[in-house]
Structures are given as structure tokens and as C-alpha cells.
């Protein structure tokens, strides 16, 4: 059993339903035929570079690799016993790169941190 979520890189002003219904599409094969999202393109390198999608790694909070991408959304399944410091870095690093993250295990879609002008 994983513990999932994915991220999303949506147009601006995205809600979760927008979120829940690009899960559902992508959960009947639907994905978008364009170029990758510089948004998932970054955060993939991000979470990779902290968290290599080795699988010979013994210490790997991956329940399965390689991660699942598209151009516009990753998704990641982790080991439920993942550190929490590999959830807050994936929280941290969707804020980071504009993406709605979203809970597979309740629905749950949380918008990246507003940024204002200061």
C-alpha cells in the first residue's frame, strides 16, 4: 500500500474541482498531447534531486518508480512510512513551482501559497 499524491500544473485560477477532474482523465489514460509544463518540469528535478527515483536505493521514499509524468502533472507514490520531511519538501516544492498538489487518499487539493507583491 502507497501512500499518493500528485501534482498539477494548471491554468491560473484553477480550482480542485478543475484538480479532481484532470485526476479522473488522467486516471482513463487522457492526457494532454502538449509540451511539458516548465512548472512540472521544475519541480521534477527539484524532488529528484533530493530524492532520487532509484529503485536499488534502500533508503527511498518511493513505493514505485519511475514516477508518473505528464506534461502536466507527476504523480508520486510514496512508502507510508516515508519520512515527513519528504512530505513537507513535495508541499514545499509545489509552492515553489505553482502547483496544486492533491491527495489521492481523501480528494483533498491544495492551491500553491498566493504570492503578494511587498
Known sequence: MSFDLSVWALIPGATP?????AVQR????????RQPDPRVVGFYRAIT???PERP?????????TPLHTASD?????LHPT????????????????QLML??????S?????????G
Open 17 to 21: 474541482e478543475d484538480v479532481r477532474t
Open 26 to 33: 488522467c486516471r482513463v489514460g487522457q492526457h494532454t498531447d
Open 49 to 51: 534531486a533530493a530524492y
Open 56 to 64: 536499488d536505493l534502500t533508503d527511498t521514499p518511493w513505493a514505485s
Open 73 to 77: 502533472h507527476i504523480e508520486l507514490n
Open 82 to 97: 516515508c519520512a515527513d520531511q519528504v512530505l513537507l519538501d513535495i508541499e514545499r516544492l509545489a509552492g515553489e513551482h
Open 102 to 107: 492533491f491527495d489521492v487518499q481523501d480528494g
Open 109 to 117: 487539493v491544495y492551491p500553491p501559497p498566493q504570492h503578494t507583491d
